[in-house]
């Protein structure tokens, strides 16, 4: 691999080590350039900046990208909800038979995955970007950027409603991540897709694909024995036999996706298990769409405690004009499930059917000690600018 005179990327001046390359990028609140002296003085051994910054970084990770090729496999994957977790359980999966290196917080989009990109080590076998987007066209410009091996597709659900008008507009995004593949040359295998056989457009993404398309068969009692006590809910086996199926095509067997599974754990607000004052909290508060909170709320309620179920459940944004439609539906699936106490916080959810209702979390946190009891498990889920994690503070 020829030398491209750093070692490692970042856009956080903060973060700049000795050796990398320092991507001056201009935001909202401040502008990266200002920050150059700081970086070069800390040992940035290179800097992109000014009004071109952004389309520098993004030539130079695809660049990066084609120098790793064929020793490295990209792989991509996006959906509607569980790309986080997917791709974790990619990593731990891939990570049996190979180094794999993958997009760390939320580095997953137009910003991150080139950061992601630079980031790799040049000896990794496997490389795993999660691709996000909540615009139409996002999907196929991180392509053109990474241009994968191999693509897999967690679902088509409802987050990002608002920008994508329908079901079928998010299929049609989420598919770019397919009709992107064979478009790499020079790869140690023949590109494929994965998708669920379950997935509510299914047609549409196998008329995307260019390649071959694996579907699986998402309820598997190998897999859901494995996550038992690491990782509940039917929604969570499907993510791991989607991995799975994308990892065993590189030679990962059963017996070792099991081993690897007994220390998995999540990073981040993400299914969080957390004990204070006797009360169990399960934080899942990172992000929420309505299929993401359905699913959450169907492991919770079937997780055995002591004393009471308590499901704290706030807005989800970016849902478009039936936000309140969506917002029902979860409430509505809340109290089907016979949870004792649901809770929603927010100016959506506080209108919705529940036993407690707040427009803001502040009285929330004032009284919240009072609703629960030693022995109760407490679910956390919303957006995450909710910041429901908040209550674990109070």
């Known amino acids: ?68 090729r064929p020793g490295t496999t990209v792989v991509a994957l996006t959906g509607s909800a569980g790309k986080t977790t997917t791709k974790e359980l990619l990593k731990t999966f891939l990570s049996c ?40 066209g996002e ?42 593949l064979g478009a790499a040359h020079g790869s140690r295998v023949p590109p494929f897709g994965v998708v669920s056989r379950e997935n509510v457009r299914l047609e549409k993404l196998r008329a995307m694909c260019p390649v071959e398309l694996v579907e699986v068969d998402v309820a598997s009692e190998w897999m859901a024995e494995a996550l038992a006590g690491v990782l509940p809910g039917a929604h969570n086996v499907s993510n791991a036999c989607l991995a799975f199926a994308l990892a065993q095509r590189f030679g990962v067997t059963r017996e070792q996706a099991v081993s690897a599974l007994k220390n998995f754990a999540l990073p981040g607000a993400r299914w969080k298990v957390t004990e204070k004052n006797g009360v169990t909290y399960i934080d899942d508060s990172y992000n929420a769409n309505p299929d993401s909170m359905i699913a959450a709320l169907d492991a919770f309620a079937a997780t055995p405690c002591d004393g009471k179920h308590v499901a704290v459940l706030g807005d989800m944004f970016e849902l478009g004009p039936r936000a309140e439609e969506f917002h029902k539906k979860v409430f509505d699936h809340a109290m089907k499930l016979g949870i004792p106490l649901v809770i929603g916080v927010g100016e959506q959810s506080s209108k919705c059917l529940c036993h407690l209702a707040y427009k803001t979390l502040a009285p929330l946190k004032k ?26 503070e109070s």
Request: proline share 3%; charged share 25%; glycine share 10%.
């Open 97 to 136: 038979v190979g180094k794999t290196y993958a997009t760390e917080g939320n580095y997953n989009n137009h910003l991150g995955l080139p950061i992601t990109i630079l980031n790799c080590p040049e000896d990794a076998a496997f490389l795993v970007l999660e691709m996000g987007s909540n615009h139409p």
């Open 1 to 68: 691999m020829r030398d491209f005179g750093f070692k490692g990327a970042t856009f956080d001046s903060r973060l700049v080590k000795p050796g990398m390359l320092y991507v001056a990028l201009k935001g909202e609140r401040a502008d990266g350039n200002d920050y150059i002296p700081q970086a070069l003085e800390k040992g940035a051994s290179k800097v992109i900046g000014g009004d071109n910054a952004l389309a520098e970084l993004q030539n130079l990770a695809r660049e990066y990208r084609r120098a790793l």
């Open 139 to 180: 999907i196929a410009a991180l392509c053109d950027i990474a241009e994968p091996d191999c693509s897999l597709v967690t679902n088509v659900g409802t987050a990002h409603m608002e920008f994508f008008g329908s079901q079928d507009g998010i299929a049609e995004e989420k598919g770019r991540i397919f009709a992107a």
């Open 367 to 392: 009284k919240f000690r009072l609703d629960v009891s030693s022995g109760d498990l407490v679910l956390l889920k919303a957006s995450h600018s909710m910041r429901l994690g908040e209550l674990l």
